[in-house]
């Protein structure tokens, strides 16, 4: 464990100095957080907006099954700020898929792989150290700016009520459980596609690609055809500890010395 | 300290090392020539157990390849042709994280050691990417030494260096040397090698010739002495041709080119023979065949017979 966190902070020092990667890990948490905010604030200080939040006519049968007790501006004000919920589980992704983009790739460009795999530790701790430097920030990035969205909803909310709700299974699971398997995936899967490419850029973009089931699942969201309830997302969680597991398998597969030195160019 | 027995390797249908079978006693420096895809690079790695061999066996440190490929690492320092540091880390950081892979006990101490040793101490807080290439070098000639190994690999190592800092390599390899350490040397430098090296392997994916470049040069070439005479008489060219021991003679100007057998038997022959016959010899000298021309005729020979 302590040549995994040696190789996870030797990783930190180096990926930082990358204004891409510092950009992507300060940034993209920042404009989430400030966008899901604003909505609130939004709400808040249109008087004309509140009164058309008071008709909750528009908002689907299935979504007013999930506001429970919240009633008219509360249900409503629930249902507009959950459309912003996938922009938190888009960050698990965008993040570690950045990092460990200039990561891998870094080490082929500047040739430093082949002296790394040639020291005393095996390709699994090497990877594990990669991806826990991806992954680490863009977790605690995730959780970081729900905790800020959490406060600042307490203080912007209508009432109590949808702080509450805000703070639901639903969202915990979201944030607590699939932010990171999420991660996970994204991490692996740059491995698969680091492995490829000799442009940190090219696997950056590819590995964005990711982002696409989550952005269809949003638009679902947004148009009604797709309500983000907590059976839903735990079956998300479950089809996601699935994918990771294949993911790691492929990506351990991929990060086998021999193959990296000979393949990997 | 490094034997191979029938060591292959292949890629596909392409055979990189082909029945690779050496033995290097510790704190020998063993130089490995070849051009350029000869597979040099590829029996380091297989040494290095960075590859694994498609059929043969090695063992390095006393350690076997295949099956205890952790302490072979850990017992190897590998150079490899481009120095592999991180450029937005100091050099510092760069040799303790590298001593933290190596399970190094005292890593400041040990990474001040080379730091001093090869002449950084003072740049050791500035990030690598600003240094010049032979600083760079030298930074990774301590990563390779920083654990303390005691088989080195070092591919290349003055490979695009100033001849300064190429000289300073080349003492600092000597220096090793002298340390007792066992040194594999892949080099294009043949001169590097002449003067580096206990034994050189010629090597172009199967072994062409083994054994130290002086015994390479008298093996491969039949040595030559030039007689510088006041004048060449016409009889003294059928006369030396006449002996046995003499291989060849050229007339060049007022010298005698004679390639023999053994010089230093023969010389003494020579001379009275030719004093005999009312020659003046100004002075006599032998024409050093170099490392250079025995690679060439090795590599040459072998690609002539394919």
Same mark, same amino acid.
């Given at each position: 464990?302590?040549?995994? +966190?040696?190789?996870?902070?030797?990783? +930190?020092?180096?990926?930082?100095?990358?204004?891409?990667?510092?950009?992507?890990?300060?940034?993209?948490?920042?404009?989430?957080?400030?966008?899901?905010?604003?909505?609130?604030?939004?709400? #808040?200080?249109?008087?004309?907006?509140?009164?058309?939040?008071?008709?909750?006519?528009?908002?689907?049968?299935?979504?007013?099954?999930?506001? /429970?007790?919240? @009633?008219?501006?509360?249900?409503? %004000?629930?249902?507009?700020?959950?459309?912003?919920?996938?922009?938190?589980?888009?960050?698990?992704?965008?993040?570690?898929?950045?990092?460990?983009?200039?990561?891998?790739? /870094?080490?082929?460009?500047?040739h430093?792989?082949e002296p790394l795999?040639a020291a005393p530790?095996?390709?699994? #701790?090497?990877?594990?150290?990669?991806?826990?430097?991806?992954?680490?920030?863009?977790?605690?990035?995730? +959780?970081?700016?729900?905790?800020?969205?959490?406060?600042?909803?307490?203080?912007?909310?209508?009432?109590?009520?949808?702080?509450?709700?805000?703070?639901?299974?639903?969202?915990?699971?979201?944030?607590?459980?699939?932010?990171?398997?999420?991660?996970?995936?994204?991490?692996?899967?740059?491995?698969?596609?680091?492995?490829?490419?000799?442009?940190?850029?090219?696997?950056? %973009?590819?590995? /964005?690609?990711?982002?696409?089931?989550?952005?269809?699942?949003?638009? /679902?969201?947004?148009?009604?055809?797709? @309500?983000?309830?907590?059976?839903?997302?735990? +079956?998300?969680?479950?089809?996601?500890?699935?994918?990771?597991?294949?993911?790691?398998?492929?990506?351990? %597969?991929?990060?086998?010395?021999?193959?990296?030195?000979?393949?990997?160019? | 300290m490094i034997q191979t $027995?029938?060591?292959?390797?292949?890629?596909?249908?392409?055979?990189?090392?082909?029945?690779?079978?050496i033995s290097i006693p510790a704190g020998e420096v063993f130089g490995l020539l070849g051009?350029?895809?000869?597979?040099k690079t590829?029996t380091l790695r297989m040494l290095s157990a960075l590859?694994?061999?498609?059929?043969?066996?090695a063992r390095v440190a006393d350690y076997?390849i295949?099956?205890?490929?952790?302490d072979v690492r850990r017992n190897v320092g590998i150079l490899t042709e481009s120095p592999g540091l991180?450029?937005?880390?100091?050099a510092e950081?760069n040799l303790s994280f590298f001593a933290s892979l190596y399970r190094v006990e005292d890593i400041p101490a040990q990474a001040e050691k080379y730091l001093r040793m090869l002449g950084l101490w003072n740049r050791r807080?500035?990030?690598v990417?600003?240094f010049s290439k032979g600083m760079k070098q030298k930074l990774a000639i301590a990563r390779t030494l920083l654990h303390e190994p005691r088989v080195l690999f070092l591919d290349e190592p003055t490979n695009g260096l100033d001849p300064e800092t190429a000289h300073l390599v080349r003492d600092f390899i000597s220096d090793l040397r002298h340390a007792g350490r066992t040194i594999l040397l892949c080099t294009h430098n043949l001169d590097e090698a002449d003067r580096l090296c206990d034994r050189i392997a010629?090597f172009? =994916?199967?072994?062409?010739?083994l054994d130290s470049p002086s015994?390479l040069?008298?093996?491969?070439?039949?040595? =030559?002495?030039?007689?510088?005479?006041? $004048?060449?008489?016409?009889?003294?060219?059928?006369?030396?041709?006449?002996?046995?021991?003499?291989?060849?003679? $050229?007339?060049?100007?007022?010298?005698?080119?004679? =390639?023999? !057998?053994?010089?230093? =038997?023969?010389?003494?022959?020579?001379?009275?023979?030719?004093?005999?016959?009312?020659? *003046?010899?100004?002075?006599?000298?032998?024409?050093?065949?170099?490392l *250079? !021309?025995?690679?060439?005729?090795?590599?040459?020979?072998?690609?002539?017979?394919?």
């Open positions: 464990m302590d040549i995994i +966190w040696r190789i996870v902070l030797k990783e +930190w020092s180096e990926v930082f100095k990358n204004k891409v990667v510092l950009l992507a890990v300060v940034f993209v948490p920042l404009v989430f957080t400030a966008i899901s905010l604003t909505v609130f604030y939004s709400m #808040e200080v249109s008087g004309d907006f509140n009164q058309s939040l008071q008709n909750t006519s528009d908002i689907p049968q299935e979504f007013l099954e999930l506001c /429970g007790e919240l @009633q008219g501006i509360e249900c409503m %004000q629930y249902f507009i700020v959950s459309q912003f919920l996938i922009l938190f589980l888009i960050m698990p992704i965008v993040i570690p898929g950045t990092i460990a983009s200039y990561s891998i790739v /870094g080490e082929k460009t500047t430093t792989l795999l530790i095996s390709a699994l #701790e090497l990877l594990a150290g990669k991806g826990f430097a991806a992954a680490i920030p863009a977790i605690l990035a995730t +959780w970081g700016s729900y905790a800020v969205f959490a406060i600042g909803s307490s203080i912007l909310a209508v009432s109590p009520a949808v702080t509450a709700r805000l703070l639901s299974g639903l969202w915990l699971i979201a944030i607590l459980l699939v932010s990171p398997l999420l991660s996970i995936a994204s991490v692996s899967i740059s491995v698969m596609i680091s492995s490829r490419v000799n442009d940190p850029r090219v696997a950056e %973009q590819l590995s /964005g690609l990711v982002v696409l089931p989550l952005m269809a699942l949003f638009l /679902g969201q947004a148009f009604g055809l797709i @309500q983000l309830n907590e059976s839903l997302i735990i +079956w998300i969680a479950l089809l996601l500890m699935l994918l990771d597991a294949i993911f790691i398998v492929i990506a351990i %597969q991929l990060f086998q010395r021999e193959t990296i030195l000979t393949r990997w160019k | $027995q029938d060591l292959c390797k292949s890629f596909g249908s392409i055979q990189a090392v082909r029945n690779l079978s051009p350029n895809g000869a597979g590829t590859i694994s061999p498609s059929s043969g066996e076997r295949g099956s205890q490929d952790t991180y450029e937005r880390l100091s950081r807080h500035e990030e990417g600003g010629v172009k =994916t199967a072994l062409l010739a015994n040069r008298r093996t491969l070439h039949n040595r =030559t002495v030039v007689f510088h005479l006041v $004048q060449v008489l016409s009889q003294f060219k059928p006369l030396l041709e006449s002996k046995d021991f003499v291989r060849s003679v $050229q007339v060049l100007d007022n010298k005698l080119v004679i =390639t023999l !057998d053994n010089p230093e =038997t023969y010389n003494p022959i020579l001379v009275s023979m030719l004093v005999e016959h009312g020659a *003046e010899i100004r002075f006599i000298g032998e024409v050093r065949q170099t *250079e !021309d025995v690679y060439l005729k090795l590599v040459n020979g072998q690609e002539d017979s394919l």
